[in-house]
């Protein structure tokens, strides 16, 4: 563990015998190891010392010490104790920190988590905005009273860099999308000169910034979690030290951002499986667990190009064996047919019911979409 100090001072004994008392006495008394003076003063490298103006003096100097002999698990109280103990000898003045190789290496953990933090909030913003816009409104985000902390990139830097306006926000820059900027009354009269104007122009209102309720909430809601993050982001970056508060409160809000955000997927996700299109009815229950047996045992021989489905279920444990996509699918369906009828109702309203609902290409196409690595390894995708 190696630290780097400035010590301004007009102490009036020496230099060296402060520094080296206030490490033993430290590592001794506050942190119970044992150690003897000369063996505390070894630690201490001065580097250079200069008068200033007045009485004050200027010392440059380093502690180093191997935590593998001297326990310094309770860091901060080493650190406090060493401090303080220079503080009380007379003509203490200042004392500053520089580099720290303990702190910096929980600076890095620390930077490790919110870049970590950032990368999947810059997935939700960019997933939320390219589901309203087009890529070019996207790298414009017009509608929006935007404000970079730097000068604003060229949509050629986001081309040649893979990336895209979110990459080139403060934490507090994120705060800036949760409602689309104000439109001037002058540039609003003239388009309400008559009524088809105006009512072109109320549909032009109505579908400006995002529209999606639990996207417009996200936008919101994550305002409450990032500050947060961003005091504590801040001090790494500067390498500044973290008051306390701020590192409890990251510490606390740090795992809710994540649920946030693994929320936010999951909702998504959620959504989609349950669009009509994506989801089996009642009619087609029945022949969609039926595939989804068949091909839970299926055999896929990359070797040969060749499928083998097992019907573990039929007397005999028959097997058949496919060759090509199309094969493959027309025994799906005549299976996902023959399970559908056999479970239809006997009565006609009711089986006329089913039969309107139920579509076995969908239910196969469905079935093997979860199959799209195995097929495209056959070369049959």
């Known amino acids: 563990m190696k630290i ?60 180093e010490i191997d935590e593998t002999s001297y326990d310094l698990s309770k860091y901060d109280i080493f650190i406090e104790g060493f401090l303080t103990r220079l503080k009380e000898v007379s003509g203490f003045v ?35 905005f390219y589901s309203k816009y087009s890529v070019g409104q996207v790298d414009v985000l017009e509608e929006y009273d935007i ?55 109320r549909n032009y209102l109505n579908l400006r910034g995002i529209l ?13 979690k990032l500050s947060s993050i961003e005091t504590v982001r801040n001090c790494v970056a500067h390498n500044r030290a973290i008051p306390k508060r701020a590192l409890l409160s990251y510490e606390k809000v740090k795992p809710e951002v994540h649920k946030f955000i693994d929320d936010f997927w999951a909702e998504e996700i959620r959504i989609e499986q349950e669009r009509p299109e994506n989801e ?40 058949f064996k496919f060759n090509n996509l199309a094969d493959l699918k027309a025994h799906l369906l005549d299976i996902s047919d023959k399970t559908a009828t056999a479970n239809f109702p006997s009565n006609a309203d009711d089986k006329e019911t089913y039969e309107t609902l139920y579509n ?13 690595k195995e097929l495209i390894i056959l070369g049959w995708l």
Not at 10 to 29: A, F
Not at 95 to 123: G, H, P, T, V
Not at 364 to 372: M, S
């Open 147 to 201: 404000k970079y902390p730097a000068e604003k990139p060229l949509i050629k830097d986001f081309e040649d860099r893979y990336e895209n306006p979110f990459f080139y926000f403060t934490f507090t820059g994120y705060y800036q999308f949760d409602k689309p900027k104000e439109l001037p009354v002058k540039d609003i009269i003239p388009l309400i000169q008559t009524n088809e104007q105006y009512n072109n122009l």
């Open 360 to 372: 076995g290409e969908f239910l196969v196409n469905k079935t093997l979409n979860e199959y799209k």
């Open 4 to 63: 780097s100090f400035q010590l301004i001072h007009n102490y009036q004994v020496e230099i060296l015998k402060v520094l080296g008392n206030s490490i033993h006495l430290t590592l001794q008394d506050d942190l119970y190891n044992e150690i003897d003076l000369k063996t505390a003063i070894d630690f201490v490298a001065i580097r250079q010392i200069k008068k200033l103006n007045g009485d004050n003096n200027i010392c440059f100097f380093e502690i």
């Open 212 to 224: 999606e309720e639990r996207h417009i909430d996200f936008l919101k809601r994550i305002r409450e």
């Open 280 to 319: 089996i009815n009642f009619a087609e229950q029945y022949s969609y667990d039926r595939l989804k047996e068949l091909l839970s045992v299926a055999e896929w021989n990359e070797y040969n190009d060749e499928v083998v489905i097992h019907d573990f279920w039929q007397t005999g444990t028959p097997e």
């Open 94 to 128: 200042r004392i500053i920190k520089f580099i720290d190789q303990i702190r910096n290496l929980e600076y890095e953990k620390i930077y490790s988590e919110i870049a970590f933090i950032e990368m999947k909030l810059r997935e939700v913003f960019s997933f939320i």
